[in-house]
């Protein structure tokens, strides 16, 4: 499954879905799709996805490539495949991710983002990022320490080589079609709304509880 389908499930149910305030108002977005997680005694998680930021102007940059790995210890048993979105909700979580990797829980708080596409007033822009997950297969008893993203550096350089666009770069004529085509079908989940100053999320912690997020 590729991250442009991902996202799109995430956003069909009205019910169940991303909300629209969060997403017009997001300064960077990551999809991960099948997130592998499995284990006996010992367990880890991997996948690879994409990762977008938001300029000044409201579009979207050229995506990146990025890769998630975490580890954990317990009573455990299983296998599954988890769909992850992650919300970037402030300037600052944008920051550290671009600079190459930070670990969900430690160098940006993260919480279970609220559901309901048409919901208003519940997203409070407190948390640096809104985790969304959905779920394949059978996992018992794991224990999440944690998750580390980082920017894959290598996958960026290939998919790009020759082309005069860079990653995270503003989109070009030589931004690659497939990455045009994902950028077409996220545009319109995420069209921006203007945010006033006196409401535009500070680039600071605030204190809304973090939260090291189980991918279940």
Known sequence: MDAATVLQQFTAN???AI???LLQRARGIAIIPNVLRGGFIFGGRRGRGVLIVRSERGDWSNPSFITLTGGSIGGQIGM???DLVLVFANDNAVK???SG?????GDASAVAGPLGRH???AVTFKA???VYSRSRGLFAGASFEGARLSIDDDADAAFYAGSGAHALGEQSDGTPASARRFLLTVEPLTAALPVPESVRPKDTKTEEEAQTFPLE
């Open 101 to 105: 990797k930070f670990t969900l829980g």
């Open 80 to 82: 599954e495949s988890t």
């Open 96 to 98: 550290n991710m671009s």
């Open 119 to 121: 919901v208003t007033g």
């Open 19 to 21: 909300p629209a305030e």
């Open 14 to 16: 009205d019910d169940e």
């Open 128 to 130: 640096e990022v809104y």
